[in-house]
């Protein structure tokens, strides 16, 4: 059994408690918590498990990471702290953790990340012995392993198109969905998600790892943004009210340019209710999906769709980019030391949990 640090307790660390207690190769054996009111709770009930797991959570890092343990699932945000977050993780490495994480969108692409994040975290691999493994939903799975997965099955390939279709009123951030992502504020403000450049930033990454694995050059990454405004105020079950004319739907648009041509695209369709943009692409059903569509012969069109915690979309995503992260322990733990990215690190079956009752 592989000792297993959980990091965070947020959206994310909820379904990485219940991952790893699942799985049979490893132990929870801490869980870190920052909100003084969780210090002491049992990591079962913060994970919503309706039983205890006899650990109780702490803010203790320095005593987390002195014990050594074997992996970390780092789940605390990096959205608005990457700093903090790179430095949390470069302790864990240090302290020969294999860690994974959802939680640093430049270093998704490892090769083509920035040197200044490279380096601290190839210095703590080196120190260390540890590993770092980055990856999620979308940006993750959805734009990876999953649509160069299905190129596979294709004879020509024209061009591939990720797609995340999603009501964000089911999301749990309410500060990330209206501030980050500006739903609810006037068409003159400006989100720093949708800010020039920030979507490569984030999206970028995965569209060189398809180029990569595809075999192709990109010449360019470009973006597109589209936004809309609210035609009638609107009051959702998890966030309140929205005022008619301010920002209530988002299209983006990163582009991977191959010979002058967009072959590579991910797109993000964003609304905070079904009633703007209809004319925008929708999920088959329900509040969100994300689909693949390979353009060529013959044409091929996935999509995903997955709930958890009472039928929630955006928690079935956050528990497939968990499922991703923490299925990779185990082959990181038997891997040499290193700084890994969703090319090296293969999607397996989940070998030992068909049938399988958490304990």
């Known amino acids: 059994m592989i000792p297993t640090v959980v990091w965070g307790t947020g959206n994310v660390g909820r379904a990485a408690i219940r991952a790893v207690d699942a799985h049979p190769a490893l132990k929870l054996d801490a869980v870190l918590v920052h909100t003084p009111a969780k210090v002491g709770r049992d990591a079962g009930d913060l994970a919503g498990l309706g039983r205890t797991l006899g650990v ?3 803010d203790d890092v320095e005593g987390v990471l002195a014990a050594r343990p074997r992996a970390v699932v780092y789940a605390a945000s990096g959205d608005i702290r990457p700093d903090g977050a790179l430095d949390d993780i ?3 490495i240090r302290a020969g953790a294999v860690v994974v994480t959802p939680s640093l969108y430049p270093l998704y692409d490892a090769a083509g990340a920035p040197e200044e994040l490279r380096a601290p975290v190839l210095a703590a691999i080196t120190e260390g012995g540890g590993s770092l493994f980055v990856s999620g939903v979308d940006p993750g799975w959805g734009n990876d392993v999953l649509p160069l997965l299905i190129s596979g099955l294709g004879t020509t390939i024209d061009a591939i198109r990720c797609q995340e279709i999603f009501d964000y009123s089911t999301y749990e951030q309410e500060d990330s969905v209206r501030h980050l992502v500006g739903m609810g504020h006037p068409l003159e403000y400006e989100p720093l998600m949708l800010a020039p450049s ?9 569209l060189r790892l398809m180029a990569r694995a595809l075999g192709v050059e990109l010449d360019d990454i470009t973006e597109t943004l589209e936004r ?3 035609d009638t105020t609107v ?3 998890t966030m309140g009210t929205f005022e008619a004319g301010t920002q209530g739907a988002v299209r983006f648009e990163v582009r991977g340019i191959v010979d002058g041509e967009p072959r590579l695209v991910i797109e993000h369709v964003t609304r905070i209710h079904p009633s703007c943009a209809p004319d925008w692409p929708t999920p088959p059903d329900g509040a969100g999906a994300h689909r693949v569509i390979v353009e060529g012969r013959p044409r091929i069109q996935v999509t995903v769709e997955a709930t958890d915690e009472g039928e929630n979309r955006s928690a079935g995503g956050n528990a497939t980019a968990v499922g991703r992260l923490v299925n990779a322990v185990d082959w990181l733990v038997d891997a040499k030391p290193g700084l890994y990215d969703a090319l090296d690190v293969p999607l397996r079956p989940a070998v030992g949990r068909l049938g399988r009752r958490q304990r």
């Open 228 to 230: 809309r405004p609210l």
């Open 90 to 92: 470069g302790a864990a």
């Open 56 to 58: 109780a959570a702490t």
């Open 235 to 237: 009051t959702t079950r």
């Open 198 to 206: 920030v979507p490569t930033m984030v999206w970028g990454g995965q």
